[in-house]
Each structure stands twice: as structure tokens, then as C-alpha cells.
């Protein structure tokens, strides 16, 4: 991507420089026990839920919205078809260059610097998009820039699989933990637990499915892009 001189956005240098922006945030980090142990053991069963909902096969191109930790990207490549493609696009160099050394060069997997609010992608270009974790970090209108960019970039009738945090259950014994340490770590987070997704979704946001797995704590929701105006 283009911009050489992107700006490092004021709530990742605010609230998260401890876990994506300093170098030895990545040292810490990049271990899936530990990111494993943040998601309560379920970092798989996330991970391949996810990659169900994108599906079996991935043909063509996978938009893939911000790193993470661990081995989505790496399982995520183990699904593409012949001649498919994963582009993964973030605002940390740093992330991208912890992606790439995990990756260990593939031609597969395309490595984007760019601000999920603003792609500097073209219109309907991908087959597919994920945003795994990404929404709860962002401050809402930026999360809003990100579900429409994502969903401008996906062709029509393609797929836009999110994965995030959810209310649980009042009865979930979660609760009150999760409550307090999303409260203290994650500023932004508890607006998932208000809201629907569905809150920051674009009017024509297309047929939405949602699911909630870990007792309500997380949520997966697969909306798929309208074919435009049909006679
Ligand atoms: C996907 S989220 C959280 C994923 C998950 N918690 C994990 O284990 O990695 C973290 C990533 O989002 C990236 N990110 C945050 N805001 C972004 C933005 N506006 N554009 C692109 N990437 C962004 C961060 O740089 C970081 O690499």
C-alpha cells in the first residue's frame, strides 16, 4: 500500500502500544498458549470458526483485516485453492514484519501497510474479507470506517466474517472478570456488549447470520454482500 508516512492511530498509541506497538510487545505476544489463554482456551475454536464461516476452499482473493497473533494467517493459507490469494493488510509495520517472519515468505499471502478505516483497496476486489478481534480495539466511528471499508472492498455476494467479543450470559461466571478487565484494558470494548454489530453496520450491510459461542462471551457474524439493484 501507499502510504509510506501512516500514521500510527491516537488509540493504538493510547490504549494498546503494550500489546501491538512496541517491539517487545510482539516478543511477549506472539505466543499462542498466551493468546490461548486471553480467549479462555478458545483460541481454535475461534480461529476455525472463522475460517469455516469464510469457507472450505478459498478461491480467488481473501482480504484478511488486520494481524493477529498466533496461527490464524498460517491456517488460513492452508485453506486457499490453487491460485488463491490472502492479502493482509495493518497499521503497525511491526505487526506486518512479525506476519512475514511467521509466514517465512509465501507469494500466496500479500502483506498491506494500510488503516483499516480508510483501504487503499479498489471497490468490490476481493472475494472475501475477515475481521478477527479488530472491531472491539477501534473507537466507534472508526470501527464504523472499518466494517464499510471492508464491506466496499468484498464483491457482491461475497462474504465479510467477523469475529469478536459478545455479552455473555448474566449467569456466564465470566461476567464480572471479563467486565472488569475489558473496563481497565480495553477502552472500547465494552461497546460490543451494548450494542449489535449490527449498530455499526451501513444501511445496505447485506443478509446478516449471527452466532454466540463460549456461553455469549464471543460472537461470529458472516454478512454477505448485496448483489445491488436486481429488476
Ligand atoms: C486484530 S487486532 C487483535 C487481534 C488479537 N487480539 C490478537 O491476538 O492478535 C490487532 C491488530 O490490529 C491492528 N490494527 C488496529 N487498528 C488498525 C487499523 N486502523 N488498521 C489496520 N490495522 C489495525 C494492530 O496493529 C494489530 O496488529
Known amino acids: 500500500m501507499r502510504h509510506d508516512a501512516l500514521a500510527v492511530p491516537r488509540y493504538l498509541s493510547q490504549a494498546y502500544w503494550w500489546a501491538y506497538v512496541h517491539p517487545n510487545a510482539v516478543r511477549l505476544f506472539e505466543r499462542q498458549w498466551l493468546v490461548n489463554l486471553i480467549l479462555w482456551g478458545n483460541f481454535a ?38 491460485g488463491g490469494s490472502v492479502d493482509v493488510v495493518d497499521v503497525l509495520r511491526v505487526q506486518l514484519a512479525n506476519l512475514a517472519h511467521k509466514l517465512r515468505g509465501d507469494p500466496r499471502v500479500g502483506l498491506l501497510h494500510g488503516d483499516s478505516a480508510a483501504l487503499d483497496l479498489p471497490d468490490a476486489s476481493y472475494d472475501r474479507a475477515l475481521l478477527f478481534f479488530l472491531l472491539h480495539e477501534q473507537p466507534a466511528e472508526v470501527r464504523r470506517r472499518t466494517v464499510a471499508e471492508a464491506l466496499r472492498v468484498v464483491k457482491p455476494g461475497g462474504r465479510l466474517v467477523i469475529v469478536d467479543y459478545h455479552r455473555p450470559h448474566r449467569l456466564n461466571p465470566l461476567y464480572g472478570p471479563m467486565a472488569l478487565v475489558l473496563r481497565l484494558l480495553e477502552p472500547f470494548a465494552l461497546d460490543l456488549w451494548r450494542h449489535q454489530l449490527s449498530a455499526w453496520l451501513p ?29
Open 203 to 231: 444501511q445496505d450491510g447485506g443478509a446478516l447470520r449471527k452466532r454466540t459461542l463460549f456461553g455469549g462471551l464471543y460472537q461470529l457474524v458472516t454478512l454477505t454482500v448485496p448483489q445491488g439493484d436486481t429488476p
Open 45 to 82: 475454536r475461534l480461529r476455525d470458526a472463522a475460517l469455516d464461516a469464510l469457507g472450505p476452499r478459498l478461491d480467488g482473493r481473501t482480504l484478511q483485516v488486520a494481524c493477529v497473533y498466533g496461527d490464524l494467517t498460517q491456517r488460513l493459507r492452508e485453506r486457499l485453492a490453487p
